[in-house]
């Protein structure tokens, strides 16, 4: 398995500190770079060439104002966007690009889920495939809890919607703090292992903090790893959740500036201990 942690591009620093604290790659969101000055990505590609450490994912895929379903959806709109920012990104060659956006996906209240889902199927065969060929990354369609968005909230739905593109561009992004939330079944992961693109995980009973020694979510994690392991699975795992644990006895290194010495200590922490299972 690879691990990741999920970053600023406009962070630095953190690139720095992830291959320093062991980590295989970098994650970071997408959407924001739409509105990035080029210098900006570019900066961000040069601080991965020098760390030797790729940015092997990215999250947030769509903003929150273009909408994907109900009567005001913008499948145009979406479209031109998909076009606009891969060819703006294809620099940092992701090879994984996550399905969340709980915010452009809501279904508006009063409209159908069924042709909801109709309108997500409709997007991913007409732009999101064609992108992921062009630009060489799987599509990992993410469950999000009922608290951030009203559908595709179970690892059955995305499994069954990743089915639907039938190609292996596309496939099911388990993340552990959504499947605690909604108390999903971490056993659907081996029965569609073929399914399993990426995993994300934190804390879904305290905060959604980083996962760590002796934390209240032990018992999950193991099940979630078991699960993975049952599964044969062996691409990212990516920490994606919040700092304030507050790491015991984490050696910092002076180069690490102030504002970053708790990503540092808490990262390295963390990293250890879900390498553990």
């Known amino acids: 398995m690879l691990y990741g942690n999920c970053i600023s591009f406009k962070n630095l620093q953190h690139v720095k500190i992830l291959k320093e604290t062991g980590f295989d790659y970098a994650e970071t969101a997408l959407s ?7 210098p900006e990505i570019e900066d961000f590609s040069g601080a991965l060439e020098q760390s030797g450490i790729e940015c092997m994912a990215a999250n947030v895929l769509f903003p929150g104002d273009i909408r994907l379903t109900g009567e005001k959806a913008e499948p145009q709109k979406a479209g031109d966007y998909i ?4 060819e703006k990104t294809k620099g940092l060659k992701f090879k994984i690009v996550v399905f969340g956006s709980g915010g452009a996906r809501k ?9 909801a889902i109709e309108q997500i199927a409709g997007l ?13 990354f799987v599509l990992a369609i993410e469950e999000l809890n009922r608290g951030e968005t009203n559908i595709l909230n179970s690892l059955g739905e995305c499994i069954n919607l990743a089915k639907r593109a039938n190609s292996p561009k596309v496939g099911l992004l388990a993340d552990l ?3 605690g939330l909604e108390n999903d079944d971490i056993a659907l992961l081996p029965k569609h292992k073929e399914m399993l693109a990426h995993c994300h995980i934190a804390n879904p009973i305290n905060s959604r903090f980083y996962p760590h020694e002796g934390d209240e979510a032990g018992a999950l994690y ?56």
């Open 32 to 38: 924001p770079m739409y509105a990035a000055a080029k």
């Open 83 to 86: 076009g606009e920012i891969f």
């Open 107 to 115: 279904v508006p209240e009063g409209f159908s889920k069924e042709s």
């Open 124 to 136: 991913i065969e007409a732009h999101l495939l064609p992108a992921a060929e062009k630009y060489g």
């Open 177 to 179: 703090y959504h499947i």
């Open 222 to 277: 193991e099940k979630f790893f078991s699960g993975l392991k049952s599964a044969g699975y062996g691409g990212g795992l990516s920490i994606e959740g919040s700092l304030g644990f507050h790491a015991a006895d984490a050696s910092v290194p002076d180069w690490v500036s102030a504002e970053n010495k708790q990503f540092y200590a808490e990262s390295k922490k963390s990293l250890e201990y879900i390498k553990s299972f």
